[in-house]
């Protein structure tokens, strides 16, 4: 599966079990581009267990604690932030320590990131655990 979707503030790739979000120079992500972002999982993915990857390719400010209500999703299993420096890995790591609900982690490199995400993901279904908590 790929598809991807087109918003003011950036675009979201959904690949087979992940989807990769990239957001705009200079945007504020807050609680309305979660919700679209939010609506958007929820339409492709559904109760399916999915993980999420930020690119951070762009310089943005996002609100926390709005992140940590995207990662309510019951399919949501997983996130990892993908970031080019070192502040971002800060930002990223201050980030984690919020949205504590669901395991989110950083890397330096895409490839790496969507090996961990394929994985963490693969376990669920694999182990036909429960998402959702």
Known sequence: MYLKHVFRFGFMEMVG??????????VEI???EIDVM???????????????ITNRINMYSVNPIS??????LDGLVVGAIVGYSGNAKIIAEIEAMIVDI??????FDMQPAIEWVEAA???V???DRPFNN
């Not at 609506?39 to 267990?49: D, I, S």
């Not at 992140?67 to 309510?72: Q, R």
């Open 121 to 123: 993901v693969g376990e």
């Open 17 to 26: 079990s992940y989807a990769v979000i990239v957001c705009n120079e200079g």
């Open 67 to 72: 992140v940590k209500e995207l990662f309510s």
């Open 102 to 107: 669901k395991p989110l982690k950083f890397f």
């Open 38 to 52: 939010r609506n958007t999982l929820e339409k492709v993915y559904g109760q399916r267990p999915f993980g999420v």
């Open 30 to 32: 807050d609680a309305s």
């Open 125 to 127: 279904v694999a182990e």
